[in-house]
């Protein structure tokens, strides 16, 4: 492998690592989403809640005198930020396949991932405002999200319509667990669209319509369709998504549909979180067959909570890429100490394990990470 691959695959996982949103936190508190994010199906700016929320409840120590930091501006302007600090060591991995060696080259690196700031201006009180997610780093300025939020509609229901992220299952803060990357519903990818929701007692409802191009515009008809939706309780909770994203050209068809189920649990201090994913992908070029692959991704993880600003995960990941192949699959065990010493700031170490076939030689690199991140 080259030099310049073995950078490559390097800045790929690494990229990967980033994350924004903590779910097993919500499921912990009996939450929704929309508690503690002004984005309502998750991640991204914390509302008033959640920045108070993360001074009071999470930190391990908090310094006497020191007030809740409010993020509002003023009245009507408001703002949040995350920036993570990391430094990744990658094993070099050298196995033997087919009677030639393959090796992935490891190193070790400082990086900063993630540089995002938040903002919201309030036009009408409870129910119009705009909404700005922007991305400044590391690789230049990009808007995540950028949506008018339109709020106070029936069924404590909401609307949102712009650059947003795509609502499907669990919005994981790990992009590289194999539910995100296989479905492609992460926070590297957002799209041109519309988004309603209700949340009427105990349930939970969202769809979106979108282009279906990651954020580019198109010239046809065909949209792409999210929809998911559940029950919950202090207990945990359950659902399922559906998305149909339509590209067919003149070209020929091509159709990816994912469907998915959650489930969630509680136990006080220990939390349970599950997700599967069935990814189908069809296409039938003009005057050639039909050709369908059908992937699954299926993610469990425990969360435990030592004590007060301290806990433990374990997470499991399995993706088959292709059902039809068989012993083409691979796994991922992270393993992540969790530290909030301080209000807006977490400490994390993680050791992930990673499995693949042995011809899938950069699968198999392990990975340890211990990141510093500072948050509003």
């Known amino acids: 492998m080259t030099d310049a691959r073995r950078g490559m695959a390097l800045a790929t996982l690494l990229a990967a690592l980033t994350a924004s949103a903590e779910p097993h936190l919500a499921v912990r508190e009996g939450f929704l989403c929309s508690q503690c994010h002004v984005n309502r199906s998750g991640g991204g700016k914390r509302n008033a809640f959640g920045a108070n929320y993360s001074q009071t409840a999470l930190p391990l120590w908090r310094p006497s005198g020191l007030g809740v930091v409010s993020p509002n501006l003023g009245e009507y302007v408001s703002v949040g930020a995350d920036v993570r600090v990391q430094h990744v060591t990658v094993e070099t991995v050298r196995t033997k396949f087919d009677g030639e060696w393959l090796e992935a080259q490891g190193g070790n690196t400082l990086r900063v991932p993630q540089a995002n700031l938040y903002g919201e201006l309030t036009i009408v009180r409870d129910h119009l405002s705009l909404y700005l997610d922007e991305k400044i780093g590391p690789e230049g300025a990009s808007a995540r999200e950028a949506a008018v939020l339109l709020y106070g509609l029936p069924y404590a229901g909401y609307a949102k319509a712009g650059r947003i992220l795509l609502p499907f299952g669990l919005r994981l803060a790990d992009d590289e667990a194999f539910i995100r990357q296989a479905t492609g519903f992460n926070f590297g990818n957002q799209d041109l669209g519309v988004e309603v929701g209700a949340e009427p007692g105990p349930t939970f409802l969202t769809a979106s319509l979108s282009n279906g191009t990651l954020g580019g515009t198109d010239d ?15 207990w945990g909770r359950l659902g399922g998504s559906y998305s149909w994203n339509d590209s067919t050209t003149a ?9 998915g189920g959650f489930g969630t649990l509680n136990f006080g201090r220990l939390t349970l979180l599950s997700e599967g994913d069935v990814v189908i992908d069809t296409e039938r070029p003009k005057g050639a067959p039909r050709t369908q692959v059908l992937q699954l991704a299926v993610h ?11 806990a433990v995960r374990a997470a499991f990941g399995y993706h088959d890429p292709d059902l039809a192949v068989k012993n083409d699959h691979r796994t991922r065990l992270a393993m992540t100490l969790e530290v909030f010493p301080l209000p807006f700031l977490r400490v994390t170490a993680t050791y992930i394990l990673r499995n693949d076939i042995p011809q899938r030689v950069q699968g198999r690199q392990d990975v340890f990470l211990v990141q510093l991140h500072g948050f509003l």
């Open 300 to 310: 469990g993880e425990a969360d435990l909570l030592i004590t007060k600003g301290v």
């Open 220 to 234: 046809n008809e065909r949209k792409q369709l999210c929809v998911t939706g559940g029950v919950r309780s202090r």
């Open 251 to 259: 070209a020929g068809l091509v159709v990816r549909q994912v469907a």
